[in-house]
């Protein structure tokens, strides 16, 4: 399963979800990074180091990053969902989609967006 690291905004329920699915989440609040208003590029940085795709609803900024350079273990850009279970499920399958997220940006909508 994915090696995910979701970032300040990211809704915890939705990672409880993915780790009921298997995924191995690490919140920046279990980092101890949460509130330091730490720039895009160092969170993504600080994933990449532990070999961990980010989870974002920055898609905007994250989307940048991604097409200035993919050397990261991927980026998952979700729109703001809901339904926290629907969304869980949906990135569940699409890590399984994708396999190996090395560079990859996957993007996460939700459903009729």
Do not use: W
Not at 21 to 26: A, K, N, P, Q, T
Not at 27 to 47: C, F, K, N, Y
Not at 48 to 71: C, E, M, P, W, Y
Not at 82 to 103: K, N, T, V, W, Y
């Amino acid at each position: 399963m994915a090696m995910l690291y979701s970032n300040e905004n990211f809704p915890l329920p939705v990672v409880l979800g993915l780790r009921a699915r298997g995924h191995d989440v690490l919140t920046i609040q279990e980092t101890g990074r949460a509130g330091q208003a730490m720039p895009d590029d160092e969170v993504l940085s600080h994933a990449t180091v532990q070999g961990r795709a980010v989870l974002t609803l920055n898609r905007k900024d994250f989307i940048r990053l991604h097409l200035a350079s993919v050397s990261h273990a991927g980026i998952i850009a979700c729109t703001l969902d809901p339904d926290f279970s629907g969304q869980a499920e949906r990135i569940h399958a699409a890590l399984l989609r994708e396999g190996d997220l090395g560079g990859k940006l996957v993007r996460v909508n939700r459903v009729g967006s």
